[in-house]
Structure formats: C-alpha cells, structure tokens
C-alpha cells in the first residue's frame, strides 16, 4: 500500500469510529433523558406513569410537612392552576423554600404522590429555572383564556381577569415521550456505585 | 466620582482595543513598520486602562460605595475583607471586568514576552486580541456595566451570595477565567497564521508555552471548582455534569488535544491545519461557556438571574468569532496544510488517536450539555440528560484513551518496530496484568459493574509502569547515578513534565474508581449522643449549639469520629444564617487524610434537638484534585524547557527564525 493509501484507510478507520460512537452516544442519550412536566400536565396525565421525569413549580406556601422519621418530607407543588404532592427521603438543598420554585426528578407514586429522588439546588434565590417561569406563565395564559371564556359565555358578573394577559406564549406541548417497554434507568443508587463519573 | 473614572478608563480601552484591532493589522499588510510597532504599547494601554477599572471598582468595594448598584446587591459592610475583594467578581458584571482585564493581560504579556517574535506576526497576534477585546467591552459598556450608580444609595448592601463567600471561590474565578482567555493566545496565534499564511514548526513552538499556560490555569481552575463544590455545596459530590461544568471542561478537553497536536506541528511539522482548527475550536468553546453560563438558557445549579439582552450579545459575539474563523480557516487552511509523513506505527499516529478520542469527548460533552436546547427547539418537550450518561460515555471512551497514552511515550517519532515497541511494553503489561488480577481478589465488588475497580487500577498501574520503562529507556544510555537530575537542568523538562502530567492522570483515574465505587452515604436522623456508623467508623454526635460569625448566625454542630475506640477527628459543621440575606447555608465539616475524608454535613433542626444529617466515607477521593494538580505541576515543569527560554544566550547564538524567535515563558 502506498502512503497515501494508508493514510486514506487511517482516515477511514478513525470516521467510522466516530461513526459508531456517535450511534451509541446518541442511543444512550434516548434512554437516559428525562423530560420535564408541570402540575397542569401531570394532572391531565400527560406525564408517563412509570417513567423518571421531571416536575416543576412553585412550593405551596404552608404546605411543607415533615413525616415522623425526621427525613421524608411532603410538600405541594403547584404551577397556580394545578397541584402535585411530592415526597423526598433526605435533605432539602439550602435554597428550598416555600413560595419558591423548585424542580424535583423522580417518578409518579401511589396515591398521586410524586416521589422525588432529586430536588434541585439553586445558587441564587432571585434565580427561576426556565422551565418553572414558562410553565407559570402558560398556566396564567391558559387561566387568563380560561376566565375570558366564561365572562363570554355569559356568566354575569364575572370579573375581567385581572393582571395584563401574559404575552402568548406559544403553546409547546411537549411529544408523548416514547412509551417504552424497558423502564428508563433510574440514577445511580447511592451506596457502592455512587453517583460521580468513573474512569 | 470614582465609578465615573472607572467607567470612562473602560470606554478608553475600548477606545485603544478599536485601535490595536485594525491599526497594526493595516500595517502587517502594507508594510507599514510604524503602525505595526504601534501594537505593543496600544496592548499595554488596553490592559492599563482595563486594569485602572478593575482597581476603582475593587476600591468601590472596599469603600462601600453602596452608590454603585453591582456593589450594593453584591457586598455588605460587614462582609470579611478578603470577601469584599472576592465579590468583585462574584457576580455578572464584575467577572466581566475581571475577564476583560485578564485578556488585556495576555494581550500586554504577548507584546513584552514577543521581541524575538517578526513584527507582521506580533502585529496580527495582537490584532486578533484587540478584536476579541473589543467584544468583551463592547459587551460590558452596553449591557452590563459594572459602574452603574443608583439614587438615593442604600445604606447597607445586599450581601455577597453566601455560597461564593469562601477561600476557595475567592480564587476559583480567576483561575478559569484566565485559562479561558488564555487560549485566545493560541486562537489569535491560529487566526495570524492563516492570516499571513505561514504556519511552520516555528509557529508551534511559539504557541505551545502560551497554549500550555493557560491550560494549567484552566486545569487549576477546574479541580479548585470542583474541590469547592466538593465541600461547599454540602453534597460530596465533586462532578456533577452541570451544564456549566461542562462549559469548562469543553474548553479544557479541546485544549489538551490541542496542546498535544501542538507537539506533532512543532516536531514533524505535520497536523497543521488540523492544529490550527483545534485553537479555534478551543477559544470558541471558551466562548461558548461564557454564553452559556451568562444567559441562563440552561437550568443550571450555577445559573444565576439573568438578562435576555446579554445572551444575544454573546450569542451574536460568538457567531461571529466561530463563523468568522472558520471561513477565514476554510479560505487559508490549504495553503498551511502538509508536513511530515509517518508510518501507521509511529507516535503521530498515538498522539492522532488520543486527539480523535479527547474531541470524540469534547462532542460527547457538547452534545449532552445542549441536548436539552435542541429537545427544546425541535419541540420534542423540555428534557434534562442525567448523568449516568456522561459517566457511561466517559467509562466507554477514557480506558482506550488511558492505555494509548501508556503507549504513546514509548514509540518513536515518524516510525516504530513492532518488536521493539512489544519488547519496551512487555514489563509494563504484566505488571499491570497482575496488579489487575490482586485487585479482583482483593477488593471485590459485588455488583454488575465488577470489572470497573480492576479497570481502572490496572490503567493507573499500567500508566505509572509505562511511563516508568520510558524514563529508563531515556535514560539507558546515561548510567551515571543521578542522570535524571543532569537531564532534568539540561534540555528534558517538557519531557519529565509530558511524565509528571500522564502520572496526574493516574492519580485521578484512581481517586475517581475508589471514591465511585466505594464511597458511602448516609442521611440518617441524630439526637444529642447518638452514634452511627459509616465504613466502620463511628460519628458520635454531641449536639448544636449556636455562635455567631462576623456577618451570619450559626447552628455549629459538634461530632467525635472513633476508629474503633480510638477518637480520631472531631468535626464541627455549620449552619449558617447569614444576616443580609436570610439565606441558609450549609458548611460541611470535613476529616481529611490521603486514603480517605471523612465528611459531616448539617441538615435541618428536627425537635428535640434532633438533627437532619449527612454522613459520608469518601475514600482516595483527594486523589482526584491531586492528579489534577500533578497534571497543572507537569505542565509548568514543560514550559520552563529550555527551547521556550527568552532567546538569551544559546538561543540567540543559533540561527534560523525558530531559534531566534524562541520566545514566550510566562
């Protein structure tokens, strides 16, 4: 083989490394995403029964409540038009709050209840992750629509709603994720694999 | 008055950064040697100005000017100094400043370090600076201007963010930030030389001291990030493949690859246009980063509230400088590229296949960190990537990179014998044969992922043995005792530094398989002496009490750990509540030893005294930032060799453009 014969299988060989890495990478991705989904959506059963996924919203104000072994805590999320019941085993990060927004990871549990395996931590209070404003703001949207429609139809008496009518937000239904057979993995469990990137 | 001086100094940098990006451009065309000599004092007064800024607004901090809204939302008058200093770059606009004024740094350093540099190519390099520059002001001057005032000024401030008011935050900002800008060396080196269209071994040789530099800043920055978040955050987690993690540890990745194709454009020759889209690429990723963690268009634990208008600039900056660099690469790129051929056994090959395996990673990291933008604009829903994806892509990539790296060392340049090469390795293979099997019977791990502790203790042995054989085949010649010192002060420390460096990789693989694999966890409930036991230690818990800290209220919590019936540590975790903010704030209390840290973290109040809590054995998890600072050690080792030095002496009595132009130790 001459040279540049060489050089043209070296280059042949390294494109379909990536090739197949990049296959693999994205496949892996499919399985390990998690979606997220408000109060309204999850209420409406949009969000997938078994699969991980994220939820998000403001935290009731009151609504916090510490159960008997000290470590599981129960706490509304709403996104002002729907609310979800979440519980999670473990401690809150600093910044949780009532009355502040919050996104949890976990999956749907008996009785209605979100069962959380993460909540996340922000490092600044006056932060609201996008997903939480843009799902308050399609809730007010959708309520704002919502009232307009009824003082239409008739109903004496209905107040005009109040607050300027949030600027259309374009209605970005998230796909039905695939409802897959296999189960989406759960995150690593902590005990003797534990979270954090191996080599 | 004084905010007002910062403010004009600002548009005056930007006044002389408009200036150095076209004037001794021009020149370098034309010919003309005066507008080219112009570029060194206009890059001295960019930095001058931009540095005068930095200073009033730290002296703003100081005074408590409170009348300067960045600092009244961002300091308190009973904030420790060390942290009014800090806060200067704890938020948006201050780590602006400060990334303005670093660039400008490199830009000054470029223009004294480069006498021995021809004057059309100091002209170019510090052209391309001065556009960057103008990007950076631009940016700051229109969109978030550190020197606003307000009326009627508070009396107090809002506090600095209780998380960023730590030792190692005070230094963790600056360290990144001047890896990132660092690279905009090599990028604005890059961007010259297709410029002017030359691209030789001189060439690399000038950029490989500044490409290694900012890349042991970066490499510091990013293990201090971590080692923070390790024990700032209360979590023990030390990676988390946050967004903003990765927009740091994109860059470096880019740069490690580009300092090892660096190696091949300046020993053979060959790689160059290869070479030249990697500086761009690693610039444009530092970039990226910037744009990413300033427009809060990814949910982030770092994100911090943010302002629309900000991410366009980037956004618009950064289309420019990526598509910008790319055309000209795309117009210039054929006539810089060719060079050096070799064989499919020689070590361009080795280092070819560890460049294509560090951007298969850099992809891998950008594709899971901008997932969830493209889910989002395709409207395939609001997606987040878990990181059981980056650590199942890190797992599959890194051990071929790791037993490739073992390799690389050993092989000759241009062409290798198979024979020779298996005879050089055969030692290191056993050894690391046996290490692997002793840890399979060891330390077993009972779990699907058996195979991981085996793998990644054999890749550390096999890395420490290879690199061992390549020393003493270096040295086989020189059989005096104490060669290697003789070596080390003549002309082998980018080579000792190449070793110091693969061993920090080592020491990380271990701490990573140890701490992943055997680290445990704990969130359990304690009264006022109760014991738990965690890894065979056990935390006896003496209850809180409450203290007060010069800006905050603390719940301090008081633990006796006993090895046996031995105390060993006595840990005190907080609590703290910070006055101006009313924010809570965990401080971990943290045991530390070399083979493993013993970790206390405070949760909540429950009654009775009874606290919420975090227990944790996290083992060999030091080793991780020491492999980095090893890493960073290898990197500072290589660029004092000798064929960087300032061209005195020996340099200067060669001949030929390379030696002459010998330049650049920073």
């Not at chain 2, 507008?35 to 060194?40: E, F, G, I, N, S």
């Not at chain 2, 359990?524 to 014991?531: A, E, K, T, Y």
Request: positive net charge; contains cysteine.
């Amino acid at each position: 083989m001459k040279a540049r014969e060489k050089r043209l299988v070296f280059v042949a060989v390294g494109i379909m490394g990536v090739g197949v890495a990049a296959w693999l990478a994205v496949g892996a991705l499919r399985s390990n995403i998690s979606y997220y989904f408000s109060p309204t959506q999850v209420m409406a059963n949009e969000a997938p029964a078994q699969a991980l996924y994220r939820l998000g919203g403001l935290v009731v104000k009151n609504s916090l409540a510490r159960q008997p072994d000290g470590l599981t805590v129960v706490f509304d999320v709403t996104d002002n038009a729907q609310t979800v019941k979440v519980s999670y085993t473990g401690i809150l990060p600093d910044l949780f709050g009532e009355g502040q927004g919050v996104v949890t990871k976990g999956r749907m549990g008996p009785g209605g209840v979100f069962v959380a395996e993460e909540v996340l931590a922000k490092h600044d209070e006056s932060y609201m992750p996008p997903e939480v404003a843009d799902s308050l703001q399609t809730a007010h949207a959708q309520g704002v629509t919502a009232m307009a429609q009824a003082a239409a139809a008739g109903a004496d008496g209905a107040a005009p709603p109040a607050g300027p009518a949030s600027p259309a937000n374009p209605e970005r239904q998230p796909t039905a994720p695939p409802a897959t057979t296999d189960p989406t993995p759960a995150p690593a469990q902590p005990g003797p694999v534990a979270p954090g990137g191996r080599a | 008055m004084i905010p007002e001086l910062g403010h004009y100094a600002l548009i005056l940098a930007l006044g002389l950064a408009l200036i150095q990006a076209v004037l001794p451009l021009a020149g370098s065309y034309t010919g003309n040697r005066a507008w080219m000599h112009t570029a060194r004092p206009l890059a001295w007064g960019q930095f001058i100005f931009s540095a005068i800024a930095f200073a009033l607004l730290l002296l703003a901090f100081l005074t408590d000017d409170f009348s300067v809204v960045y600092v009244a939302s961002n300091s308190n008058t009973l904030m420790p100094t060390i942290y009014k200093v800090s806060a200067v770059w704890g938020a948006h606009e201050g780590s602006l400043l400060l990334w303005a004024a670093f660039l400008a740094g490199w830009g000054a350093a470029v223009a004294s370090l480069s006498r021995n540099l021809p004057l059309p190519i100091v002209a170019r390099v510090l052209a391309v600076m001065g556009m960057v520059g103008i990007g950076f002001l631009l940016f700051m001057l229109l969109t978030s201007n550190p020197f606003e005032r307000i009326f009627p000024p508070p009396l107090e401030g809002r506090d600095l963010n209780p998380l960023l008011q730590d030792p190692g935050l005070a230094i963790h900002p600056p360290l990144l930030y001047m890896g990132y800008v660092g690279f905009s060396v090599a990028f604005a080196f890059a961007i010259a030389a297709l410029l002017g269209g030359k691209l030789d071994a001189a060439w690399a040789r000038w950029s490989r001291p500044w490409t290694t530099t900012a890349w042991i800043f970066l490499t510091l920055g990013i293990a201090l990030g971590s080692w923070w978040a390790y024990y700032e955050l209360g979590w023990g987690g030390w990676w988390f493949w946050d967004p903003v993690e990765n927009a740091s540890l994109m860059p470096w990745l880019a740069g490690t690859a580009l300092m090892h194709s660096l190696a091949v454009t300046e020993k053979r020759g060959a790689f160059k246009s290869w070479t030249v889209l990697l500086a761009i690429t690693a610039f444009s990723l530092s970039l990226l980063g910037t744009f990413l963690v300033r427009s809060g268009v990814l949910t982030s634990v770092h994100a911090f509230a943010t302002d629309p208008a900000r991410g366009t600039f980037i956004l618009i900056f950064l289309c420019i400088v990526i598509g910008g660099s790319l055309a000209l690469y795309a117009w210039r790129a054929p006539a810089v590229s060719g060079g050096g051929r070799f064989e499919l056994l020689s070590r361009e090959s080795f280092l070819l296949a560890n460049n294509l395996l560090l951007t298969l990673l850099t992809a891998l990291v950008l594709l899971g960190t901008l997932a969830p933008l493209i889910y989002e604009a395709m409207a395939w829903g609001k997606i987040s990537v878990g990181f059981p994806w980056f650590n199942t892509m890190f797992v599959a990539v890194t051990p071929f990179l790791a037993f490739l790296m073992g390799i690389g060392p050993l092989t000759r340049w241009k062409q290798d014998e198979p024979m020779r090469l298996a005879r050089e390795l055969r030692l290191p293979f056993i050894v690391t044969g046996a290490a692997s099997l002793l840890t399979v019977i060891l330390m077993p791990l009972i779990t699907l992922d058996w195979y991981l502790v085996p793998l990644g203790i054999g890749l550390a042995v096999w890395l420490l043995t290879s690199h061992l054989q390549a020393i003493r085949e270096r040295l086989r010649h020189k059989s005096r005792p104490g060669a290697i010192l003789t070596d080390l002060a003549s002309n082998g420390r980018s080579f000792y530094g190449m070793i110091l460096a693969h061993l920090g990789v080592a020491m990380f693989v271990v701490g990573i398989t140890l701490v992943s694999n055997y680290g445990q966890e704990k969130d359990v409930r304690m009264s006022p002496g109760g014991v738990q036991e965690v890894a065979g230690y056990r935390f006896l818990f003496h209850g809180v009490t409450t203290q007060r800290g010069p800006n905050y209220m603390a719940a301090r919590g008081h633990f006796q750990i006993f090895d046996g019936q031995r105390p060993i540590a006595e840990l005190w975790p907080e609590k703290r509540s910070y006055f101006a903010s009313q924010k809570p704030m965990t401080e971990a209390s943290i045991d530390w030893g070399l083979t493993r840290d013993l970790y206390v973290s405070l949760g909540e109040p429950l009654e009775d005294g009874d606290w919420a809590l975090r227990l944790y054995y996290k083992p060999y998890v030091r080793w991780i930032w020491l492999g980095a600072l090893l890493m960073a050690l290898g990197g500072l080792l290589a660029i004092t060799d000798r064929r960087y030095r300032l061209a005195r002496g020996l340099g200067r009595a060669r001949t030929g453009v390379a030696d002459n132009a010998a330049v650049a130790r920073s």
